[in-house]
């Protein structure tokens, strides 16, 4: 079954702001991945980690590794209004390697 | 620039009715994967295919079956759908079973009445 909490389920931004949101498991995984997606669109990727404490950017995205490697996190700066969607953690179970996903932090803008 | 290529886009069926969800990826990758989507439940994989020839469950297989006809090909069968089946379903494929990047269709909307 599903093995990756995501916090919170849902966020309201105002352009401009920063957010955080964040992944945790009961197990230690050894990569993370962050994907996210689009309106009616299937889930594209964002960010992968494959080591304990790594901390990775892309452009105004940042993703850090927990060094328990029970956790990671997903930062977005300077928001704006094209970054709404869900936002999914995802890692291979350490039962079986095949990819979970978590069931994602959908983020709206605030009108 | 395809990527992968779901159809139909959109289905509606009644219980107890069947069809087959296709999906194709031009990006000659070796994995192939069918997850479900439904609200606050993420991702959840129904079957898989590590490599031509070869298939198995994933988390949520019941009522379902696959066939990889080709390398390029995997489809999903409904082959009695219930209303519990209603949900957006998303093919993906990667150059190795469960590693590196999934790239995903846009998704299938099926709805069982």
């Known amino acids: 079954g599903q093995q990756l909490n995501q916090s919170p389920q849902s966020m309201f931004i105002q352009e401009g702001e920063d957010v955080s949101m964040n992944c945790t498991s009961s197990?230690?995984?050894?990569?993370w991945l962050w994907y996210k997606q689009d309106p009616g669109e299937g889930p594209v990727l964002l960010i992968a980690?494959?080591?304990?404490?790594e901390l990775t950017s892309n452009g105004r995205l940042t993703a850090q590794f927990g060094i328990t490697r029970k956790d990671s996190f997903l930062n977005i700066s300077a928001s704006i209004p094209s970054d709404v969607g869900i936002y999914f953690c995802?890692?291979?179970?350490?039962?079986?390697?095949?990819?979970?996903f978590g069931a994602g932090t959908t983020v709206t803008v605030r009108a | 620039n395809a990527g992968v290529t779901q159809t139909p886009k959109f289905q509606v069926l009644k219980t107890g009715q069947s069809m087959t969800l296709q999906c194709a990826q031009d990006?000659?990758?070796?994995?192939m994967y069918w997850y479900r989507q439904d609200p606050g439940m993420g991702l959840r994989l129904i079957y898989y295919?590590?490599?031509?020839?070869?298939?198995d469950k994933g988390e949520v297989p019941n009522g379902y079956n696959v066939s990889r006809l080709n390398k390029r090909e995997f489809s999903l069968r409904l082959e009695s759908a219930a209303p519990s089946q209603t949900s957006v379903y998303f093919c993906?494929?990667?150059?190795?079973?469960?590693?590196?990047?999934?790239?995903f269709g846009e998704g299938s909307r099926l709805t069982v009445l």
């Open positions: 990006m000659n990758h070796n994995s």
């Open positions: 980690l494959y080591k304990a404490g």
């Open positions: 993906a494929s990667s150059e190795w079973a469960f590693t590196g990047e999934l790239f």
């Open positions: 295919s590590a490599s031509e020839g070869t298939t």
């Open positions: 197990s230690i995984f050894n990569t």
């Open positions: 995802a890692g291979p179970s350490p039962n079986d390697y095949k990819l979970s």
